[in-house]
């Protein structure tokens, strides 16, 4: 059994670094990466574009160019630039995964570790059963495995009484199931300053020197024992590697759609960031979670300032994982990603609205990133093309809608309106927007090629190094293929339109908040769907119509896009339902973890029964008893982070309404939920109430 819910502070600096600097020196002198592998990837991704382009100009250059379809060309090669990089990172990744030596499974020595590991739990208002079941069998597992050489340590931002008094009953479980071995500690801010960002800056501020290592997982991550102690070994011998990022897998999808998407990044997903780690090399990116950071670098060089200005653009930074990581990397610090390294996974959302409720917050922060790389001195090239494939990769929806609709226009004009005879500059023939049919499809063929080859390429690996050396198995992953891409071709335009419309609410300045991501859905009412897709369905209805209007060939040409829209709420609701493991569809999309599960994911699972039935105090419980009042002041953060006569309005305000009560239902009712919040985070407030209502009984 533990004791104690923090160990002593250790603190360490961690200045917020400045943007603009110039000259920056780095801290280290280690080999840089190869810049040719970046000039391979920009210059192939450059003549695939190019060709392409000059396609589509050969199909809409029949009888000369009109404006709008100099605008149809500009629009189509800055999407299909897009595609053609991500194709070409695409083939680096296929090409290293058949070529490239395997590395040398040598076993790490648990005992041969010299230094100390973190774990780190950041929380806000999440299921306490399922995270602290996930704290729980990792602790057991490491103080097995490793024993002394790591430690656990959650920390709160919850804002929620009734979560925060629930992880506290939780922790108590904790305490109880974990040894001295691999302990566990908890930690809940009083005041939450800067989101997660600020979660893990107030840590590494106050115990950050007790550890040499620290790794941060996701309220749905898991990771084996084995990987935690690899990725130790591995920091320790390179003391030039800041910041080591796995390639986590997806786990524990129970609908069709959390199902597709796992499968996609069981089969697709190894290939895809196998390309990026071989072009980035030290220069890689952080994901923020799953990933191991040499602490004294974190917080030497990754301090985040911030961003001028007003939200969506400015104030704290939202995305901060590739802000720190490329500030790690301009300090001179590698950061590498790994696609070598297993034992990595994370849970998924179950429903296409749990993704886009999720996605609307990744969007604002990967725009604000815009004011990043228009601020920022001294940083790498490569950090600067991930910081510009995470703009594109939003922007890139509005763009192919808005290649629809000038699409759609240039097929009016076509359709219905006259040819100019008589212009300023007369000609024997009119200016009319004729395209070549016979090329329009073979560009479009292959524009599909580039989209699908990378899928291919998984696939094809999969084929030779197949999990399961069975013909039923082969057979199946060619099925769960053909599964995927059909789902996957009918939801992208459900998501082009849900992203479409992120980028303009953050365009016109509306700020995304914090709210906790949802997990674990088990699909909404079909009202709560139709609701949600109701724009979308009108959008592919209307397209749709105005394609017929034009010609049914048009029509069939726009198919693939408005399909999917005017199919959204069924499909919306049938893919976010629970899919049991016999289902023909969820068969077929059988990864290789549901058929041999990861321990570090069965474990957690099997642990949460552990915090099923908590003895979750509330706040009258703490008033009326002084056992629980001290139990709880023991695990509260008594850090208030206020300068000087700041004083914080919520807790103000409770302590004001305390001589204004004339019972203790009342005085509650009478407080705001962040005052009651202030008061669970104050011990001392909590106090003050007891006495002056004299509601603590004698003896408790």
Known sequence: ??????????????????????????????????????????????????WLGWLMFRVLNVLGMTALEWGMLAIFIVNVGWISFAFVSAVCGFLDALFARPPPKGEVDPSQLTSRTVILFPVYNESVRDVFATVESISNALGKLAPGAFECFILSDSNQPDVALEEEAGFDVLRERSSEACPIFYRRRTINLARKAGNVHDFVTRWGGRYDHMLIYDADSYMSAETLVAMTARMEADCELGLLQTIPKLIGG?????????????????????????????????????????????????????????????????????????????????????????????????????????????????????????????????????????????????????????GMGLSLQSRFLRPAYFSDNPSLTPTWPVIDAALALNVFFATLAVLLLPKAFGVIVSLIRPPEKTIMARLRLLGGAFVETLISALTAPVLMAAQTSSVLSILTGRDAGWSPQSRGSEGYAIGDVARRHALTTVLGIVLTLAALAISPVFAAWLAPATLGMMMAVPLSYYLGKYQPDTAVLARSLKTAEQANVPACFSDALEDRS???????????????????????ADLVDPHWPLDGFEVHTPLALATAKIGKAQSVDAYLKALTRPERMALVNSPETLAEVSRKLNVMEPGR
């Open 1 to 50: 059994m533990q004791s104690g819910s923090r160990p002593p502070e250790s603190p360490l600096a961690m200045p917020a670094q400045v943007l603009e600097a110039r000259g920056i020196k780095s801290l280290t002198h280690g080999p840089s990466s190869h810049i040719w592998r970046k000039l391979f990837l920009v210059t192939v991704s450059i003549l695939v574009t190019i």
């Open 610 to 632: 552990h915090f099923s039935k908590l003895n979750v105090a509330n706040e009258v419980d703490l008033l009326a008893s002084e056992d629980r009042l001290q139990h709880h």
């Open 254 to 406: 129970q609908s069709l759609f959390a199902r597709t998407q796992q499968f996609a990044a069981s089969v697709y997903g190894p290939v895809l960031g196998r390309g990026i780690a071989w072009w980035s090399q030290n220069e890689g990116n952080y994901w923020g979670h799953n990933a191991m950071i040499r602490v004294q670098a974190f917080a030497e060089a990754a301090g985040l300032p911030e961003i001028p200005g007003r939200a969506p653009f400015g104030g704290h930074i939202l995305s901060h994982d590739f802000v720190e990581a490329a500030l790690m990397r301009r300090a001179g610090w590698k950061v590498r990603i790994d696609p070598d390294i297993g034992g990595s996974f994370e849970e998924g959302p179950q429903t296409i609205i749990d993704l886009t409720i999720r996605d609307r917050r990744w969007c604002q922060g990967n725009l604000q990133h815009s004011a990043v790389l228009v601020r920022a001195r001294g940083m790498a090239l490569t950090s600067r093309i991930h910081f510009s494939m995470g703009i594109f990769s939003y922007l890139a929806s509005p763009l192919w809608l808005v290649l629809i609709l000038v």
